[in-house]
């Protein structure tokens, strides 16, 4: 029994072991490590390595694209670090990359970030004398790029400080000085001029009530006179009716008076007849002026301007 168990104790050990070496190969793998990785080499100057370790991230545009694998002093530059990093094999590394660090601000773990100067250039394929891997060049460092630019920021500074010396020449400076007088001057007329047009404004208003007022008497009145004239018309045309009735009896009366008179000339003597000569023209007096009463309009208003005679005027 003994011997079976030590058996089963080196199995189940030997067994560990292999899955060990198998999990460590896959990491390596992942980590960038494997045999098919592509390895360069970074001499790092400027930037601080505070928080980088070993297989700490590679990051190229906000990728993880291999790890740093070792780093250590640089015996051929003084004051440099020899970084090693693994990459993945489609990586694009160019001769115009360049290489800088960031650190985490919470973890506080420092990366490798690899930029691309631009796209044109071939890729870094050529190992140096000397060197076991390509060098990838090293990036400007935060501070380097804040100092050149507070240095651009002055000379653009002391550029524009030569151009304003240049423009503010004695005649320059004269006209600036008439121009701001002048503007003076407008700023002036322009407060008179609105005060102008405010007070304009103002007048236009109180006419504007006027008006208003007026076009409401002027309504009023047209209101009592188109109420006045339409009682006017009323009476008018009941006046015309009776007239009109009046003139048809009287035009009747006329007739049978007319038809009286014939008969009383045929058969009466000579006084007679004058008598019915004067009937006669009795009804023909009547019958004019039963003519004339056919037209009431004219008998109230006067006949028209195309029938007056000489002399005659409308009324």
Request: glycine share 8%.
């Amino acid at each position: 029994m003994e011997p079976e168990a030590k058996y089963t104790i080196v199995g189940a050990a030997a067994l560990i072991l292999v899955a060990l070496l198998a999990a460590a190969l896959v990491w390596l793998k992942s980590s960038g490590e494997g045999r098919d990785a592509h390895r360069f080499k970074i001499y790092f100057e400027k930037h601080s390595l505070e928080g980088l370790e070993p297989r700490s991230y590679v990051t190229m545009q906000g990728m993880k694209v291999g790890s740093v694998t070792g780093f250590r002093f640089s015996s051929g530059r003084k004051g440099a670090v020899e970084v090693f990093i693994s990459l993945d094999p489609g990586t694009p590394v160019r001769q115009s990359t360049t290489a800088t660090t960031e650190r985490h601000l919470v973890t506080g773990l420092a990366t490798v970030r690899l930029a691309n100067g631009t796209e044109d250039s071939p890729l870094l394929t050529e190992t140096p004398e000397g060197e076991p891997y390509p060098v990838i060049k090293e990036g400007g460092s935060p501070m380097q790029q804040m100092s050149d630019t507070v240095t651009q920021l002055a000379q653009n500074a002391g550029e524009t400080m030569r151009r304003v010396n240049a423009t503010l020449t004695p005649e320059n400076a004269a006209a600036f000085t008439e121009i701001l007088e002048n503007l003076r001057r407008v700023s002036r007329r322009a407060d008179a001029m609105v005060t102008k047009a405010d007070a304009a404004f103002v007048s236009l208003s109180g006419a504007a009530e006027e008006v208003r007022a007026l076009a409401s008497a002027v309504k009023a009145d047209a209101d009592t006179l188109t109420k006045t004239y339409a009682g006017l018309g009323a009476d008018a045309t009941a006046s015309i009716g009776e007239i009109r009735e009046a003139v048809r009896r009287m035009s009747a009366d006329v007739d049978r008076l007319a038809k009286r008179a014939d008969a009383l000339l045929a058969g009466g003597d000579e006084d007679l007849r004058d008598t019915a000569r004067a009937v006669r023209s009795a009804a023909d007096a009547l019958g004019n002026a039963a003519s004339r009463l056919r037209e009431p309009r004219d008998v109230i208003y006067g006949p028209p301007e195309g029938g007056l005679g000489p002399g005659e005027k409308t009324r």
